[in-house]
């Protein structure tokens, strides 16, 4: 628990992604686990949280795709930011330099998480309990930003916002500034912008989701962070 409080604030001065992947292989290395075990494990992790990401993304999309009024995130704005993720992928992908990159980053993550993933097939409760934990987190995630929306006087369905949320999240993973910062504001304040709230209140409401989600969380990241090192664990 202390440990993911610790990710928080190593995710300032490191990518969102990267600080919390090497926070809990460190951990769980100082814990007595293997170095291949535990980035497996985290590896695992990650999978089950890029599963529930999808889920979510294919049940807010149809639960918003539904909606009727200004709620509902424009067809052109949707169809406009997936062909821009698709040409901008084609393109990276194109170049051999970058190929060779992403392929040198995932073959040892693959090669070390698919024995856990495996393992953890055997085991349905293990593969519910990480998917499940996964959804929980970014369903209370999108509640956060429902409820900062809501305290500007918005008026959005907690499906368009949590659609919203998740694709901010995506843009702040691959930002290359610590924990998103920037990258993550302007998102959200577009996303919520192009959902149908004005421009001012969604820039309220995603500096406050931000405010509350990862500013505050810095204090007790930062003495989680002092107390795990004192006493060995990171």
């Known amino acids: 628990f202390l ?10 001065i490191a990518p969102a992604a990267v600080g919390n992947i090497g926070t809990n292989s460190r951990y769980l290395q100082q814990a007595g686990a ?3 075990v535990a980035i497996a494990s985290v590896g695992a992790t990650q ?4 599963a529930s990401y999808v889920i979510l993304v294919i049940v807010f999309g149809v639960m918003t795709g539904k909606q009727e009024g200004p709620d509902l995130i424009p067809d052109t704005t949707v169809l406009l930011v997936a062909a821009g993720t698709v040409g901008v992928a084609a393109l990276l992908l194109a170049i051999p ?8 980053r995932i073959s ?3 090669s070390t998480t698919w024995p856990r993933l495996l393992e953890s097939a055997r085991q349905p409760r293990r593969i519910a309990m990480g998917v499940g934990g996964a959804l929980l987190l970014n369903l209370t995630y999108a509640a956060a930003l429902f409820a900062a929306v809501s305290a500007y006087g918005g008026d959005l369905d907690y ?5 919203v949320y998740l694709a901010a999240g995506a843009v702040g993973s691959a930002a290359p500034t610590p924990g998103g910062i920037g990258a993550v504001e302007t998102a959200l304040a577009f996303g919520l912008t192009a959902a149908g709230l ?3 209140t969604a820039v309220q409401a995603a500096l406050l989701f931000r405010a509350v989600t990862f500013w505050i969380p810095m204090l007790p990241g930062w003495l989680s962070f002092t107390y795990l090192q004192r006493q060995g664990a990171l």
């Open 3 to 12: 440990t993911q409080f610790a990710a928080t604030f190593v995710s300032l």
């Open 34 to 36: 293997r170095p291949a």
């Open 47 to 50: 999978i089950f949280v890029f």
């Open 97 to 104: 330099a970058t190929r060779r990159a992403i392929g040198s």
């Open 108 to 110: 040892p993550m693959l």
């Open 159 to 163: 499906a368009t916002v949590g659609f």
């Open 198 to 200: 004005d421009g001012s």
